[in-house]
């Protein structure tokens, strides 16, 4: 069984930052690239970034347009971890935020609320 397990959701005034936590098997993390999506209320599920696989390096980070220069993903080889810190948020970055992992692998998500 595959378990992504995401933490890090809050609520946060407009213009602040978080930053989101998605932790796996160590095999899973290794092995797969890893995705941020985000669903806000009534919207379909959107893509925001992702970072390569990298067992021995930081990865490669590609993001979707909308949260360029706003949001970046990196992470923590040793720690199994990787990590979607959030900045300049507005409102409708509302949304509860996912991880997924190899395309088709999915955290229980976490929600983050922003508020004016």
């Known amino acids: 069984q595959v378990t992504l397990v995401e933490s890090g959701g809050g609520p946060v005034q407009a213009g602040g930052s978080l930053k989101l936590s998605c932790s796996a098997s160590r095999s899973t993390f290794t092995r797969c690239e890893l995705d941020?999506?985000?669903?806000?209320?009534?919207?379909?599920r959107e893509w925001v970034g992702k970072i390569s696989s990298a067992p021995r390096s930081a990865g490669t980070t590609?993001?979707?347009?909308?949260v360029k220069c706003q949001f970046t993903i990196y992470r923590d080889n040793a720690k199994n971890t990787a990590y979607l810190r959030m900045n300049y948020l507005k409102i409708e970055a509302t949304a509860v935020y996912y991880c997924?992992?190899?395309?088709?692998?999915w955290g229980q998500g976490t929600q983050v609320n922003v508020s004016s």
């Open positions: 590609t993001y979707a347009d909308s």
């Open positions: 997924r992992a190899c395309g088709f692998m």
């Open positions: 941020g999506c985000r669903q806000a209320p009534g919207k379909e």
